[in-house]
């Protein structure tokens, strides 16, 4: 005869049971979405260094530096790792230095883009002779 379960080894087992059923969506959701969940753990961990060294710091702005930190290293890393040829190791190295670097990231492609909607012009007329297009800028130089 089996001694009754307390309530505690209840509340117990009920926990691990949501946790593991929980964690099991979790990796079906990143799975689906194409993300490794070590990426995303080290965005978060990037995110959260970054956050740390800015200073005071609210709880609202600490969940935003985990966020970008998630997401920019969710999103580039296996850009970048491409790029490089990176192992997975590497890889995860990668997604940590993308989640520190996120809210750099942010502000920068934020002043770009404020950038290119002031003076759109020369924004396509440096795009154009930049090396994104050599065959025209051979054509400038033959001229």
């Known amino acids: 005869m089996q001694p009754k379960p307390t309530a505690t080894a209840k509340l117990r087992n009920g ?3 949501h946790f593991n059923s929980f964690n099991m969506e ?3 959701f990143t799975d689906l979405m194409s993300v490794k969940v070590a990426v995303i753990i080290a965005g ?3 995110g959260l260094l970054a956050g740390s060294s800015a200073g005071k710091l609210t709880w609202k702005n600490l969940l935003i530096y ?6 920019c290293a969710a999103y580039l890393t296996p850009m970048l790792s491409n790029r490089v040829q990176a ?3 590497t890889s995860n190295g990668l997604a940590f230095i993308v989640g520190i670097m996120s809210m750099s990231l942010v502000r920068m492609i934020r002043n770009l883009g404020l950038a290119i909607a002031r003076k759109p012009e020369a924004f396509l007329s440096a795009l154009t002779k930049s090396a994104l297009f050599p065959n025209d ?3 400038d130089s033959s001229e």
């Not at 985990?66 to 997401?71: P, S």
Request: proline share 0%; charged share 25%; with cysteine.
């Open 15 to 17: 926990l691990f049971d």
């Open 26 to 28: 979790f990796i079906r």
């Open 44 to 46: 978060l961990l990037g």
């Open 66 to 71: 985990l966020f970008c930190g998630a997401a």
């Open 87 to 89: 192992g997975e190791a």
């Open 137 to 139: 800028k051979q054509k």
